[in-house]
T-cell receptor, first 114, second 117 residues
């Protein structure tokens, strides 16, 4: 049973560019959320997708956008990259509507903005 | 709003000894869930243990146990019989328990654990 998978694992971009990160949730999970983890800090919630709609959003600008597909996979898009966007981006999945501890993360995509 | 406080930036423990990692929280939500994750240098966030605020008993998962004291708003992680592979960053996190679910977690700043021979 595959867990949460993310791609790419590492990427380097320059300021002003755009990036797309991808996430496939764990089998049986239909809710996906994205987190940004800057070096030396805890992850910060970006947004959550369920039934192909953004349901909750953290304190991130509109440059951060996302999408969820019918197969529950998700993309995170960041436009007009800034140096401060350099971070580990983590995807988490859980069963929709469930308030349990079943919330698992992928290995993350490490973005470096030069 | 929710807040997680981890006051130990770094901890050392001898192999085979037990160690407690501290976590206190603050929330206005009547029901909530508390998580502990382990993050090795590779970056993956590995789920360790979960405690619901409504659970009467403290959660246990193998060598991990969660010392949940609701009145003190603390959710300390206890690792028994430490192993070298336990060396990693440990994060405490919480989320509100809402109708319809949701996975917006609030994380602490983490504790770096080093297990020594």
């Amino acid at each position: 049973d595959a867990g949460v998978t993310q791609s790419p694992t590492h990427l380097i971009k320059t300021r002003g560019q755009q990036v797309t990160l991808r996430c496939s949730p764990k089998s049986g999970h239909d809710t996906v959320s994205w987190y940004q983890q800057a070096l030396g800090q805890g992850p910060q919630f970006i947004f959550q997708y369920y039934e192909e709609e953004e349901r909750q959003r953290g304190n991130f600008p509109d440059r951060f956008s996302g999408h969820q597909f019918p197969n529950y996979s998700s993309e995170l898009n960041v436009n007009a990259l800034l140096l401060g966007d350099s971070a580990l981006y983590l995807c988490a999945s859980s069963p929709g509507g469930a308030n349990t501890g079943e919330l698992f993360f992928g290995e993350g995509s490490r973005l470096t903005v030069l | 709003a929710q807040k997680i406080t981890q006051t130990q930036p770094g901890m050392f423990v001898q192999e085979k000894e037990a160690v407690t990692l501290d976590c206190t929280y603050d929330t206005s939500d009547p029901s909530y869930g508390l998580f502990w994750y382990k993050q090795p240098s590779s970056g993956e966030m590995i789920f360790l243990i979960y405690q619901g605020s409504y659970d009467q008993q403290n959660a246990t998962e193998g060598r991990y146990s969660l010392n949940f004291q609701k009145a003190r708003k603390s959710a300390n992680l206890v690792i028994s019989a430490s192993q070298l592979g336990d060396s990693a960053m440990y994060f405490c996190a919480m989320r509100p328990i809402l109708t319809g679910g949701g996975n917006k977690l609030t994380f602490g700043t983490g504790t770096q654990l080093k297990v020594e021979l």
